[in-house]
């Protein structure tokens, strides 16, 4: 008891005497402020719900996802074992959507890597060098934001050829424009910084003032931003799934589900709307997460 | 578009007045971005694995038969040769003839197009009339019910999967209560019964006055048109209000406060007054999305537009359709965002 309060006394003190102790303070206060947002709260409870989902989904699914058992087409909620029902060929929807939490992971999770680290590449470069790299980056930029996102993901898939990764890939080429933008406005306000001078005049090269003094402040915005952007691709990569180009079929994707399920839509309800509301229970909590994080990390654009 | 913007041309002795500078600019970075724009379209075309030649022949075909529509189609030459002459034929007005069809893209497009203007149209203009008066509420009664209302109306618009939402619209009002027309335009008796002037059916049939059709063709947009409403209006109520929280905290407010005006003339007279702009550029940009994102919302509603358009000759390897589409509604966004950003210049002095 009395080791937990002095640590929260170290955590919550005014005269850190260290500076990982100042950082380890400020994030502990930070998560403070972000725990008294119940909203935010909820959207990080589902969210930890979906990794344990996709982690434990062997044990979790009560059948088999693939297993089809034609007799056993279209079920109703609730018949026969089948919580969920069965889709048109048998299978069992909630161990099929418990299944899909892993796919769904998957994606947001490469995209979320692939496009902000490439937008950060692209936009402090640009920010940091100028001239004529900065006019050429930002034109490229420019013409991917000009672009239809759904029609030029649409595209990509097309030309690679339609797949879970050539999904990923074209959702993170639309997806990068955004964060290229906004590197390099923070690079340019930083670059011009004093503390930066006096880093070039201590000799540092480009390359760690870029990597060392640019980027670390670049990444709370960042952060935010791509978390709030989750939802996006969640929804984007299930449009394409829908439209048959993201996953390929008898993998358990949400949007695959949905399109599959479209046609029994005016008798088997079912079958389209629970992926449905996996899809939207998801989104949703990445926004509530996204909203929350704002407040604590980017208080300048905090709405309230 | 920050780069383009700033003051260099009126300093010294400069040899043209600043405003052609700009006008030169913008022209430069509009053709830059189409040009850019057509050609990344133009190598997903040329590197798509599904064969064009092959669509057209067959494959049944001699080898003879082969190369001459290959060379017909021009593809022996150098891939920057052909971008040119795609560029020389777009300038011109043609962007190719449709693989599948054989009919010019043209033409394909002036039929789909104003299938998506209409929708989007009537889609942001519900956005518009519900989502300004909802934002202001929702930020002079900030914390309110309604205040609430707004903030979960915006979440649900921003987590929901558009063709999810419409298939349960589908469901309900078309499958259950029937209250309205199911997917397509018009109803089967109905096709090509008015004349189509401009390829919108309800005005066009308001303009051949005939009623029955105009109120079929309503009962079938008005689920779709509701939908791209819905998340336009989640957006726009979002914009609007933090617009007007951050006018109603400025000094001049409390200071028409102070001197007795009604709230109603401080918040329309005074608060919105200063938001019209930033409203408008939100508002163009949200009818771009609309324009360009409707393609799950057309297919899910049999809706013969250009997202629908798009989609089908993307799977069908119909490149110069591709193309001409995407070229099109490239070239809307640029010109709505172009328009966005002159309106701010023309009418909010800051920017000046």
Known sequence: ?304 | MASTDNNGGARGRAPFPPWILTTVRTIGSIVVTMLGLMFITFIIGRVMPIDPVLAIVGEQATKATYDAAYQQLGLDRPILVQFFYYVWDVLHGDFGDSLLNARPVVDDIKRVFPATLELATLGVFMGIVLGVPLGVIAAVKRGSWIDQIARVIALVGYSMPIFWLGLMGLLVFYGILGWVGGPGRVGIFYVDVVPSVTGMILIDSMLDGNWEVFKDAFSHIILPASLLGYYSLAYISRMTRSFMLEQMSAEYIVTARVKGMSEAAVIWRHAFKNIRVQLITVIALSYANLLEGSVLTEIIFSWPGIGQYITTALLSADMNAVLGGTVVVGLVFVLLNIFSDLLYKVFDPRAK
């Open chain 1, 1 to 304: 008891m009395s080791e937990t309060q002095s640590l929260r006394a170290w955590l919550l003190t005014d005269t850190p005497t260290s500076r990982r102790h100042a950082k380890f303070a400020a994030a502990y206060q930070g998560w403070l402020s972000f725990r008294s947002n119940t909203m935010a709260m909820i959207g990080l409870w589902i969210l930890i719900f979906l990794v344990f989902v996709a982690i434990a989904a062997p044990l979790l699914a009560p059948h088999d996802p693939f297993e089809q058992t034609l007799a056993n087409r279209l079920q109703g909620l609730n018949a026969d074992g089948h919580i969920l029902g069965t889709d048109s060929l048998g299978r069992d929807i909630l161990s099929r959507l418990i299944y899909g939490s892993r796919i769904t992971l998957f994606i947001v999770g490469l995209v979320a890597l692939i496009a902000p680290i490439t937008g950060l590449l692209v936009g402090t470069v640009a920010g940091y060098v100028g001239g004529w790299v900065d006019t050429i980056l930002m034109r490229i930029t420019d013409i991917f934001l000009a672009f239809p996102r759904l029609v030029l993901a649409l595209a990509f898939v097309a030309a690679l050829g339609a797949g879970i990764e050539n999904a990923v890939l074209a959702i993170s080429l639309t997806a990068w424009p955004p964060y290229a933008r906004m590197a390099r406005a923070e690079t340019l306000t930083i670059r011009s910084s004093d503390y930066i001078s006096a880093i070039q005049l201590q000799g540092a090269g480009p390359l760690r003032i870029i990597t060392k003094h640019i980027w670390p402040l670049c990444i709370s915005s960042l952060i935010v931003r791509v978390t709030l952007d989750m939802a996006g691709i969640i929804l984007a990569a299930a449009g394409l799934g829908f439209l048959g180009l993201g996953a390929q079929p008898p993998s358990p994707e949400w949007g695959a589900m949905i399109s599959e399920g479209r046609r029994f839509i005016l008798d088997s309800w079912w079958v389209a709307t629970m992926p449905g509301l996996a899809i939207f229970t998801v989104s949703l909590a990445f926004n509530l997460l996204g909203d929350g994080l704002r407040d604590v990390l980017d208080p300048k654009d905090a709405e309230t």
